[in-house]
T-cell receptor, first 117, second 115 residues
Framework: DAGVTQSPTHLIKTRGQHVTLRCSPISGHKSVSWYQQVLGQGPQFIFQYYEKEERGRGNFPDRFSARQFPNYSSELNVNALLLGDSALYLC????????????????FGEGSRLTVL | QQQVKQSPQSLIVQKGGISIINCAYENTAFDYFPWYQQFPGKGPALLIAIRPDVSEKKEGRFTISFNKSAKQFSLHIMDSQPGDSATYFCAASKGYGGATNKLIFGTGTLLAVQP
C-alpha cells in the first residue's frame, strides 16, 4: 500500500511569492495534519483537518492556510513567503482525529523541502 | 507555552550498548507520549508510544520509561545497532478527548551507533 505522498519534494521560491504544497493521505485515512520542520528542530504543528473540517491550528501567521478535499487529500498554502519559511513541510495522515488509540497513529510523508531565497 | 525538552542533543554509542534519550514536559494535561525515528531525507516514523497509566512499555529492543510525578519519560535502546543511527524525537499530546493530532515535539537527538 502507498504511504503518505507529498509533492513537490523540493522547491525554491523567492521572498514574497506564494507556494502550494500537496498531500495525499494513506487510503482510508480521513485526518491530515501539516507540520513544519526547520533544520535541526523537531516538527511544529501547523494544521489538522478531519473529514474536511479544521480541527486544530498551531501558532502560525495567517499567511499559512490549508484545506482538505472530498477525497481527503490536502493542500497547504503559504503567502508572502519569508526567508524564515524555509523548512521541510511534513504531512501526516491518520485513521482517526486523535492519536490516543492505535488507529490514531500518525503516518508521516517524506516532506516537501522549501527553500526561500 | 507547552514545551517538551529533550536531551542529549547528540549521542554516540558503541554497537551492542544501551542508548538512553530523555525528555521532560510541562503540561500535566498531556496523556500520550510517542517516540519517533527519522532517517535523513525521510519523514518521522512512530517507534513506540506510552500513556501515563503505565510506567514502562517495551517493544523489542525499545523501552519507554515514564515517570508521571517527575513529568519525565525516556527511550532506552538495548543492544544498539548501526542501523539504529538516526534522529530520535520525543513528543507529547493531549490525545484523549482532544480530537486533535497536535503533537508537541522535542528538539531531537542525533544517535550514532559505532560498529
Amino acid at each position: 500500500d502507498a504511504g503518505v505522498t507529498q509533492s513537490p519534494t523540493h522547491l525554491i521560491k523567492t521572498r514574497g511569492q506564494h507556494v502550494t504544497l500537496r498531500c495525499s493521505p494513506i487510503s482510508g485515512h480521513k485526518s491530515v495534519s501539516w507540520y513544519q520542520q526547520v533544520l535541526g528542530q523537531g516538527p511544529q504543528f501547523i494544521f489538522q483537518y478531519y473529514e474536511k473540517e479544521e480541527r486544530g491550528r498551531g501558532n502560525f501567521p495567517d499567511r499559512f492556510s490549508a484545506r482538505q478535499f472530498p477525497n481527503y487529500s490536502s493542500e497547504l498554502n503559504v503567502n508572502a513567503l519569508l526567508l524564515g519559511d524555509s523548512a521541510l513541510y511534513l504531512c501526516a495522515s491518520s485513521l482517526r482525529d486523535s492519536p490516543y488509540s492505535n488507529t490514531g497513529e500518525l503516518f508521516f510523508g517524506e516532506g516537501s523541502r522549501l527553500t526561500v531565497l | 507555552q507547552q514545551q517538551v525538552k529533550q536531551s542529549p542533543q547528540s549521542l554516540i554509542v558503541q554497537k551492542g550498548g544501551i542508548s538512553i534519550i530523555n525528555c521532560a514536559y510541562e503540561n500535566t494535561a498531556f496523556d500520550y507520549f510517542p517516540w519517533y525515528q527519522q532517517f535523513p531525507g525521510k519523514g518521522p516514523a512512530l517507534l513506540i508510544a506510552i500513556r501515563p497509566d503505565v510506567s514502562e512499555k517495551k517493544e523489542g529492543r525499545f523501552t519507554i520509561s515514564f515517570n508521571k510525578s517527575a513529568k519525565q519519560f525516556s527511550l532506552h535502546i538495548m543492544d544498539s545497532q548501526p542501523g539504529d543511527s538516526a534522529t530520535y524525537f520525543c513528543a507529547a499530546s493531549k490525545g484523549y478527548g482532544g480530537a486533535t493530532n497536535k503533537l508537541i515535539f522535542g528538539t531531537g537527538t542525533l544517535l550514532a551507533v559505532q560498529p
